[in-house]
């Protein structure tokens, strides 16, 4: 038995905070199944399946994927299609950039002490907590300069001119996410004893070895938990990416913002499911290579 | 020809900054050479060097001054996997992350030897420590006894010239403790290898080591065989560290090679005694260590020499021995006995007041220089 009392009290507090997490996202999921074209009320599910869809009076009768209706649409629809290539791009070479750098950096920390080592820490801290839109200006004003002068010095084509793009999102996510890398593989670190490096180097590893068979290993759990966490910041980055992205590299969050300014429709909902669901493995896995046990 | 002495340091000092930002002599002038297939104890209390010592031997630290000599050769800045010695830590440091089999075979495929004398080999040194068939487990899944022969059979497996050991016995009980002492020194007789150990346990130390250096402050106090350090103490440092004594303050009154009178104020008496230092003079301040269980009590009243007379005071049974202070003179000293007789029989003990004759044989009475 538990020596705690189960009190009233806290069963409520803890089902209210669900409650004002979860309903809204669970509103959102339940209208991607929405019959209703405008999606301002749920007009119900779409029950019936037919080789093509039915609109009455702004109602979706009947459709070849059933209540799936949305998802379908979403998966012909090219320019979401699009967005989420650009998004996954981005994700998968911006984590790992950022898991290798993010992580050779936390070693170096850990194993050189030079004058300026007390502000390494902080230095690490400010990107994160420094609001994003101030990160994204910066970001924007540093390529703008920056391609200015270069266009101009190279005297480049209107083809081949340095412009906004996957380039200067991917940039721009490695430099946000290695921070949040670095702190993690850093926690994993502090108990991380330097005695199996010397065993590993006493039995005759050189130091090479002695990472590749030893400290890579024992410091894996931390590097994939930095690596995953890296993954859903990428994925979810709407306001740096609002400011370094330009044309043809539109990722789900541009594309989803730029919808809701339109119509909303379930197709909306539809998308942000989708994501919810990838966002939601990714942080599961992140908790399980947390817990792992070296 | 095989180098003299397995491993040698030459006048080695280390020097470590403290966070106050002093410079703090790790250790301090150390000069030791080591024979080979010698076990080779270095003992003292904590922090005086030990770990930096065994360190600077297995090549994680490199001297400030001085040299660090490994079967001749000079090591230099000879990183550790280019050194012939292997370390037990004090922690273990097993590799988490790998099985017992995978922690043993490492350093033989660091060697690059062939699966089939991997097997074999790791095979050989589980079985020498007593963990066959434990080989598939990781070390998480093992007692703490077990982890520590598989750190043993990890080092041993590669033969090295020079075994180092970090405390291996520190974290394992007390009856442990001793099977793995017994245990230690066999295998070290078996297999020929220089085993270097630290240890704080004085006990550790003389039962199983060919010699022992005793240290304090990063300097080696004393270097000797355990009968030598125990009976021949050359300080009060040493003899206070290992073991117990009585130390009585005297003053020396004639000294020749062997034998010597030093007059003790305490004991109101002369005490013929056996100089330690070689450098002492007529005249010159003492002081006499005698050890608790070289005091012998007597029946006979006839003249022997440092012959005295004392009063029980209090009396200590703690099974194998009885612990007396007597009162001889203005001094009080412990005595020990040990109960050859039972003891059940309250008159064999002996009683607060009773007077009792005491020898002490001049060989058993120390003279040392004060400090
Ligand atoms: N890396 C280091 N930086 C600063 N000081 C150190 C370092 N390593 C050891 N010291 C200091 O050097 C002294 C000797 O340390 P050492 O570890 O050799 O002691 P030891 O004899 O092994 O003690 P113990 O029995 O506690 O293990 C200690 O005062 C310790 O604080
Ligand atoms: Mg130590």
Redesign the interface.
């Known amino acids: 038995m538990n020596p705690y009392r189960r009190s009233p009290a806290i069963i409520l507090a803890s089902s209210l905070v669900y409650l004002f997490l979860y309903a809204p996202i669970f509103v959102l999921i339940l209208y991607s199944f929405n019959a209703s074209r405008t999606n301002i009320i749920f007009a119900g599910f779409i029950t019936n399946f037919e080789p093509r869809p039915t609109l009455q009076a702004g109602l979706v009768t009947a459709s070849p994927c059933g209540p799936f209706h949305w998802f379908c649409e979403l998966s012909h629809n090219r320019e979401v299609m699009s967005a989420a290539r650009n998004t996954l791009t981005i994700a998968v070479i911006s984590t790992i950039v950022s898991t290798v750098i993010g992580t050779m950096a936390a070693l170096a920390l850990q194993r050189y002490e030079f004058k300026l080592k007390p502000f390494t820490q902080v230095s690490l801290y400010i990107p994160i907590v420094i609001p994003e839109i101030v990160m994204g200006i910066g970001i924007l004003t540093l390529f703008s300069q920056l391609f200015g002068v270069l266009n101009e010095a190279l005297k480049l084509q209107a083809d081949s001119r340095l412009t906004l793009g996957l380039g200067t999102v991917i940039v721009s996510h490695i430099a946000f996410s290695i921070p949040f890398v670095t702190l993690i593989v850093q926690a994993r670190l502090q108990g991380f004893d330097k005695s199996f490096e010397e065993a590993a180097m006493d039995l005759g590893a050189n130091e090479w070895t002695t990472f590749r068979r030893v400290t890579f290993p024992m410091l894996l759990p931390g590097i994939l938990s930095g690596c995953l966490l890296a993954f859903t910041l990428s994925l979810d980055d709407f306001v740096i990416t609002f400011f370094t992205n330009g044309p043809g590299s539109t990722t789900l969050p541009i594309y989803l913002y730029g919808l809701l300014r339109r119509i909303i429709t379930p197709q909306v909902n539809a998308l942000s499911t989708v994501w919810i669901a990838i966002v939601f493995v990714a942080v599961l896995l992140i908790q399980q290579s947390q817990n792992r046990k070296v | 020809m095989p180098a003299e002495f397995a491993v040698e340091l030459r006048d080695v000092v280390k020097q470590f900054v403290t966070p106050e930002g002093a410079n703090l002599a790790a250790v301090d002038h150390v000069t030791m050479q080591i024979r080979n297939g010698e076990f080779f104890s270095m003992l003292g209390s904590s922090g005086c060097g030990k770990t930096t010592s065994l360190r600077m031997i ?3 630290e490199w001297p400030d001054e001085g040299e660090v000599i490994i079967e001749g050769k000079p090591m230099g800045h000879t ?3 280019q050194r012939n ?3 037990v ?1 004090q ?1 273990y ?5 790998m099985t017992v089999f995978e922690n043993v075979a ?2 033989l495929e ?2 690059r030897a062939g699966r089939k004398e991997i097997i074999t080999r790791v095979g050989r040194s589980l079985d020498m420590v007593q963990l066959k068939g434990l080989d598939r487990r990781r070390p ?1 899944q093992l007692s703490g006894g077990q982890q520590q022969r598989v750190a043993l059979a ?2 041993l497996v ?1 033969l090295p010239a020079v075994l180092l050991l970090d405390e291996p016995l520190g974290a394992l009980d007390l009856k442990l403790r001793k099977e793995m002492q017994l245990e230690l020194k066999a295998l070290q007789q078996q297999l020929g290898i220089t085993f270097i150990y630290v240890t704080h346990d004085q006990e550790e130390a003389l039962t199983m080591s060919d010699r022992i250096a005793v240290m304090s402050l990063g300097k080696v106090r004393q270097m000797g065989t355990p009968q030598e350090i125990y009976e021949r103490p050359s300080s009060r440092f040493v003899a206070e560290f290992i073991g117990e004594s009585n130390f009585i303050d005297g003053r020396m009154v004639q000294i020749s090679k062997e034998a010597a009178q030093v007059h003790v104020p305490a004991l109101n008496m002369e005490l013929s005694a056996t100089p330690i230092s070689g450098d002492l003079v007529a005249g010159e301040d003492v002081i006499v260590s005698i050890r608790p269980e070289k005091v012998q009590i007597t029946n006979s009243i006839n003249e022997m020499p440092n012959h005295m007379e004392g009063t029980v005071e209090k009396t200590v049974y703690i099974g194998s021995d009885t612990h007396l202070i007597i009162h001889t003179g203005s001094q009080n000293l412990k005595v020990w006995e040990q109960n050859r007789v039972s003891r059940i029989d309250p008159h064999a003990f002996y009683s607060s007041g009773q007077k009792i004759q005491l020898v002490i044989l001049p060989e058993n009475a120390l003279i040392m220089k004060r400090e």
């Open positions: 297995a090549g994680f990183p550790p996997y010695v292997n370390m830590f922690n440091a097993l590799f988490q992350h490492f350093g660091m060697q998480r990890r080092a590669n």
